[in-house]
């Protein structure tokens, strides 16, 4: 399997890009901005999006969905709790950066526990809200894309609308701290980690584990 990381935007979302080796069909997760340059990317690899999966609905996570679609033919996916975030820039927060970003509206709604297949590649879904109601994280095989949920050494904000610390933080404990130590942690922004790493040293998980 092939894991493709580009940071995007002025936010610097990383953008995954997910392949099978030996196949033409790939994952986006994320395409926060940057389109063009997205694109050309898959072009070069040879690479065909086949789904464009959003682990939350905030602009600097959907902003190229809208292109990268009409590109390629490529499936919209979120969470049901996101999908009008797609297509309202107060939610989706673009218009607190002075300008209106849309998505076209999801081709598909994701549930907790849900499994994808593409090309021999198994996904599956962990509704892990707090940072935003629909938040999801994406399990393949040894890794854990996680958005905004977890990061190396932190966890999402709260303080936008619909954010709650207490549930992200039952969240990240329930779902993502329930996987191996060795699985590594690819977040929406930032360096890698792994399960194991933020177990032992996350300062804001063992401050709740605390309390």
């Known amino acids: 399997m092939q894991i493709y990381t580009l940071m995007v935007g002025e936010l610097r979302a990383n953008c995954y890009i997910i392949a099978q080796e030996n196949s033409s069909e790939c994952v986006i997760i994320d395409p926060g901005e940057d389109g063009e340059r997205i694109l050309q990317f898959l072009k070069g690899k040879g690479l065909n999006p086949v789904y464009i999966i959003n682990t939350h609905g905030h602009i600097d996570h959907i902003g190229a969905n809208l292109f990268i679609a009409e590109q390629t033919g490529a ?7 996101d999908a009008k975030m797609l297509h309202d820039p107060i939610s989706n927060l673009s218009s607190f950066l002075n300008y209106s970003v849309t998505s076209k509206q999801a081709d598909y709604i994701l549930e907790d526990g849900e499994i994808l297949e593409v090309s021999g590649i198994t996904i ?34 709260t303080d936008f609308p619909n954010g709650s610390h207490e549930t992200l933080i039952k969240s990240i404990n329930k779902k993502l701290m329930a996987l191996d130590d060795e699985t590594i942690v690819y977040p929406g922004h930032g360096e890698s980690s792994t399960i194991g790493m933020e177990r032992r040293s996350n300062l804001f998980l063992n401050a709740s ?3």
């Open 124 to 157: 599956e879904i962990l509704h892990t809200p707090g940072h935003t109601k629909g938040g999801i994280c994406l399990k393949i095989r040894n890794c854990i894309f996680t958005g905004d949920t977890l990061f190396a050494g932190g966890v999402g904000r």
């Open 75 to 81: 499936k919209i996916l979120i969470h049901q709790n």
């Open 209 to 211: 584990i605390r309390n």
